[in-house]
């Protein structure tokens, strides 16, 4: 394994070289199959996980994916106190903790932060300052960085070379303002890997224009495309991947009423079985869940021959188990 | 190990072959006897423990037994919006976890599904349809079959075979309508045994009358007997063994305050010494815990000499470590 | 290691033989250089932690601890209701807790025991009572034992015997009225180990006379000395170890109000760089942190040449490490 990703920090999958990337995926695939040939690397090791909101899926990833390599993780529902207000600074919580633990790994959602864009990131870079050991975001209000990975190994796996495939990032309604980060890191990875991407979503829902930018860096050393468009039925056409996912309008960020009044005019928004028959035969379905059933994809989709949303979940474990072990 | 228990959710003890049982109870010995024995048969395995309810014993049995077998076992405060009302479908949630874990038990109350009787074993089925590794009911609002292997173990060790033995099965008051689960699974694992139980509780308490068709049917096959009373010094007199519980009135399900006025008539229903001197002189009182002192049983009951309370809770741990090896 | 230390609870450094401390410590040092040394020493080994109160190092430091030893901690947020007035005795939880686990690890603080001084202690001491397993005091209303040998090995490491050397323990504003379990266990541990000890407090926050009575026998014993004082520069003149603490007056315990009236007319109580310059040119300063930053000492105190914080929170762990060996 590259020795120089030891110590590493994973906030998005941005800031890691492409190879990095690469070398991950090469020993997630191997875990995958062989993952009893890594059963005790991490021995007497403790993943330190922090939760300023709740989780499921990246709680029993990452906990289980320790445990698999002979670890251990400890759940913590953090306190908003450490971020600043209360009684800890992150600089004394963050050198602490980095005493006992191999390394930190920490959700958090903009609500945490008083929906500031960007807030949440910049709390998960500050510990990643003073901890000095590896910092793994498990999702801020930006990046979300290990469901890139899984999303892309998934990609792979089910459509061979990314390179020329059409992605389609598509928008879907939601009850409630939900943030960018997926979003923002299926668009970056998916630029990253050369692949023909379209970004699909109504006036007002635009991506924050640093990760547009990105993007579009990407686009131009990769070799693929970017397209961004409000035409539903153009954007389905021939697409191999269909990616959905509900996000909150930046326009009226932290002010979910307005946001709503917005919002509501698109609750049709569904990725149906019809939008489905507009793709390729072979094209896949994927959401980084939890979904809205009815809302955001109806169960025909969800449940039907394109949908491989539980690979997708899966892989998450995978691609954690190859970043925890490159890293610590 | 029987090979054919391999994947098996354990829901109720009824649903379980007598044999299977058996096997299950020797097996439980046998970890209690050479816990040694077992140390590393669950290395790098977990078990995702959901509880939609707090609790003491069964959480710690679980998390300890796991640990002795060289697993580990992940524990959720489970969110009531997994079972329908909220933004995951208990499709999504079992069909996800059972991509990482490697069996699940779940702990749901009626509380959590509204009052209606049977809904929250509906739920625990519910994910044992969608998972494809074992589910193991760890308490809902008809079934606690854990408690029950704990509880047949221990007549076993205190009062050696069963068949023929006097079971007293007695509603005690309690401040609170609490769930039939203990009830319902003690009589059913008793009649399976062969026992001659008695059932005593007051008028307007009684069982649903699917467990007693059960109870009915186990006692035909069993060779046992079932007698219902509320005669509470007949029911005492000669009793081998003597298990206390109380349960809310199936009547007033859902309307605590209905039936607080029928429950509040028998508050003097407490096991004391003088009930206690009326059984076999080496009979054995049982409680699965918790209690409440001096409501449900006097301090001279739970500290004297017929108690085995404690050696029952510690069969929880072996049952369940038993379980486990068999149906992982 | 001593056997006759094997299955003794912790509840105060005070009440360890000077040389179980002197064993412990030497195994703690030891555990710190040679971690992988003790890497399978508690293999299927559980520690019960009870957690009436949130905790981030103390949790963190014996979870992580255990598993460093090859075990398994699992953590509770335990329930006011087991002590005495919910559903469950503490005989009955202590019992079945003993049944399940290798040792129970307990923090309570006064407010959930109603601010009645030494409460939270006998709830210690009764579960202590019941299970037959060691039990460790992770802080009361008293004492904090584990930060007590934290502290004593950390001035040992900075600066040798600490026999003779000038501690001074002083205490500072918060905006709370803190638990006197830490600067009561500073004391003991200090006078214990013959040191110069000077306690600095304004008029008001006296502690406790029976620790103040050990403190004294600890002096007569140990060849050291103990003056208290309200004189500031006078204090911190010449100090070897700087000790800062906040804690709230016995006069008015669990009368928060009367309490702040008294305490916010010390809130110019902080330590600075101006009296640290007062000290020995290599003095150490210490706090058990959490901190409050330039409320209870100043930026540039906490984070200047003389702070030792981090080290003293990582001995933590070691110190907790080598009296979970010793005891279980």
């Known amino acids: 394994m590259r020795s120089d990703l030891k110590g590493r920090d994973l906030i998005t999958t941005q800031e890691w070289e492409l190879d990095a990337i690469e070398e991950t995926l090469r020993l997630a695939s191997d875990v995958k199959r062989r993952p009893q040939a890594y059963s005790d690397v991490f021995k007497g090791k403790s ?62 959602f903009p609500n945490v932060t008083g929906w500031r864009y960007g807030e949440s990131n910049r709390v998960v870079r500050e510990f990643a300052l003073w901890a000095d050991v590896p910092v793994i975001n498990m999702e801020c209000d930006m990046f979300h960085p290990c469901q890139a990975l899984a999303d892309i190994m998934t990609i792979r796996e089910k459509k061979g070379d990314p390179k020329g495939k059409k992605f389609l990032l598509s928008w879907a309604y939601h009850p409630n303002p939900l943030p960018c980060s997926v979003p923002n890191s299926a668009l970056l990875i998916s630029t990253r890997f050369g692949m023909d991407v379209t970004l699909l979503h109504p006036e007002g829902f635009e991506l924050d224009e640093q990760i547009m930018k990105w993007a579009r860096k990407n686009v131009e050393e990769s070799g693929g495309s970017l397209q961004v468009t409000s035409n539903v039925e153009e954007a389905y056409d021939g697409a191999d991947v269909v990616y959905v996912k509900s996000w909150g309008s930046l326009k009226y960020y932290g002010n979910p009423q307005e946001e709503k009044k917005l919002r509501v005019k698109f609750r049709n928004w569904t990725c149906n079985e019809e939008l489905m028959s507009l793709t390729k035969k072979d094209s896949i379905f994927m959401h980084c869940l939890p979904i809205r059933r009815n809302v955001e994809a109806t169960d025909g989709v969800i449940d039907g021959p394109h949908s491989v949303i539980y690979d997708e979940a899966e892989n998450r474990l995978h691609v954690q188990k190859a970043v925890l072990m490159l890293v610590l």
Chains 1, 2, 3 share one sequence.
């Open 47 to 108: 993943l330190i996980m922090l939760f300023f909101n709740p989780s499921t899926r990246t709680r029993l990833s990452f906990e289980i994916g320790m445990t698999q390599l002979g670890g251990h993780a400890v759940y913590m529902e953090a306190d908003s106190g450490w971020i600043g207000k209360g009684s800890e600074s992150i600089k004394d919580t963050a050198s602490v903790m980095a005493r006992y633990g191999d390394a930190i790994a920490i959700r958090i």
